[in-house]
Each structure stands twice: as C-alpha cells, then as structure tokens.
C-alpha cells in the first residue's frame, strides 16, 4: 500500500487563506476603509530573493541531516551483516555452533530496533521481544540508552565466543572495528536527534514567510490587476512549502511522511542477517512508501 508524501496537505490552509485574502484585496482594489494601501512589486522582489536565499540554505541544512541519517543507517545495514558473515565464518558449521551464530543475529535485529525507539522515544518492548529473551528485553527497553544497551549485547556476545575458545583472539580486532563503527553510527543519529537546527533561526524564517505572503496581494494589485490572486497563490505555495519542507527533513526520525522510513529500515536489517543464518524475518514487513513531492 502506497502512502501519498505530498507536502500540499500540511500548506494547504495557509494558502487558501492568503487566496481567499488575495481575492479580498482585488475586489476592493487595495483599500482598507477610506486608506489606499500604497505598494508596489519593487519591495517585494528584493525581499523575495532574500527569503528565498534563505529558504535555499535551511533546506540545504535540513536535508544533509537527512542524508548524513540515511547514510548512518547505512553503516548499520553494511556491518550488522558483515559482523553476522564474520560469526559464521569464525565459529564452525557445527548445528551447535550455527546457534551462536543466529544469537548474534537476534542481537543485531534488537539493536536496531532499540535505536528506532531510542530515536522516536517510543516503547520497544514488542519488536525487541521478537529476537531477545524476558531479562534481556527489559535490560535494554529500561535503558536510558537503549541502543548503547543493545550494542553491549552484541559485544558480550564477542566476549563469550572469546572466553569459549569459538573466536581466535586474532580475530578480535575484525570485530572490534564493526562494533566500533555501529557505535559510530548510534553517536551520529543521537547527535542528529538532539541537535535541531537553532530555534530563533527557523522562527525567525517562518514569520518572514508568513509576513511577505500576507502583504503580497498590496504589492501585485496595481501592477497585474485580477491576476493577483493566482499569482499571490502560486508564490504562497512556493514559499510555504519550502519552508514546510525544511521543517519536516530537519527531524529525519519522526513520523512525518517524508522522514525517513526506521521501520522499513529495520526490517531490512533484520531480514538480511536473519537470511544469512537461515531463519525467516521474525516482525511483519512494513507497508512501502512512495516519494511524491508536490
């Protein structure tokens, strides 16, 4: 099923509002009461390629912190398997030492998805009690960090095949540095999540918007005549929707429709290095999103 990710539906208020207030100042040719609102298209030019200066680099900010997101999880995706084929490799084709092997996995698939919740703030109990035990379930969902939590496990995993003599300590290193890249990868999506581009700037932007959007109808009308509302709703709808835009990709791990889609990448993980071990995806495939942008 197909979810629509148009940003229209989020303007949509705003710009019938600043229309219908268009048409308004049509009719009755700029004036409030018995005050002719004296403007022209000059102020407006000048203001409107400085907004959309702006709005040009808070979108390019918002969506590098979308791709460097996308790309962390990434890096969650390459080594989560590289660290399930090393396992296989290392530790035998014994029935027996498979298992260790597909509690790594296990592992693997509750890490990633205790960093969806950790990232959305939601409960993680459900999907983490699909790959871990009772005790381990509530070690990692009653974390203050539960991805960190998470991660332990794995690296305890690394500890037992150590002291067990199933990984050679030659090895160790190999291991060592995947870990130490998904620990990378879990400090980058938490410097993300708590770092919003700074307040005062993106309110500052809004009422910018806000303000010329408004005044537009004064400064077009003498110039185009009954033409003012279509172009008012035109340039509303360009600017709204950049701004809107870069409001929504600013937060990549929300829940909004054009954030990134944690579940779908979760089970993309979980079902890849379940693969790997034999063993079918244990949560239900999410629905797929489409990318339209209107």
């Known amino acids: 099923m197909q979810q629509s990710r148009s940003i229209l539906p989020v303007i949509l208020p705003q710009l019938i509002t600043i229309t219908v207030l268009a048409i308004v100042v049509t009719v009755i040719h700029g004036s409030i009461l018995d005050w002719k609102v004296s ?27 979308f791709w460097e997101a996308r790309t962390l ?56 009690s699909a790959f871990l035990p009772p005790g381990d379930v509530e070690r990692v969902a009653g974390a203050r960090f539960p991805a960190a939590m998470a991660l332990l496990l794995v690296q305890e995993w690394v500890g037992e095949q ?43 932007l809004h009422r910018c918007v806000y303000i010329y959007c408004f005044l537009l109808p004064f400064g077009l009308l003498d110039t185009i005549g009954p033409m003012t509302p279509v172009i008012v709703c035109f340039l509303g709808y360009t600017f709204f929707a950049l701004e809107a835009l870069g409001a929504e990709l600013e937060h990549p791990f929300g829940l909004a429709a054009n954030d990134l889609a944690l579940g ?31």
Request: aromatic share 8%; hydrophobic share 45%; with cysteine.
């Open 162 to 204: 150590l002291r067990s003599g199933k990984v050679a300590v030659a090895v160790v290193p190999a291991l060592e540095q995947s870990l130490a890249r998904l620990g990378n990868a879990v400090g980058g999506c938490e410097r993300i999540s708590g770092t919003p581009i700074p307040f005062t700037y993106s309110v500052i």
């Open 73 to 128: 999880w990434g890096v969650l995706l390459v080594e989560s398997r590289h660290l399930t084929a090393q396992a296989l490799a290392v530790v035998g084709d014994e029935a027996g030492d498979r298992a260790h092997a597909k509690l790594l996995a296990q592992r693997l698939c509750a890490f990633a998805y205790a960093l969806k919740h950790q990232l959305r703030e939601s409960d993680a109990r459900t999907e983490l």
């Open 264 to 294: 779908s990448l979760c089970y993309t993980i979980e079902s890849s290095v379940l693969e790997m071990v034999g063993e079918p995806p244990r949560t239900a495939k999410p629905e797929v999103r489409d990318c339209i942008l209107l």
């Open 39 to 65: 403007l022209n298209f000059v102020p407006f030019s000048l203001i409107g390629l400085t907004l959309a200066i702006f709005l040009g680099f808070r979108n390019s900010t918002s969506y590098a912190r």
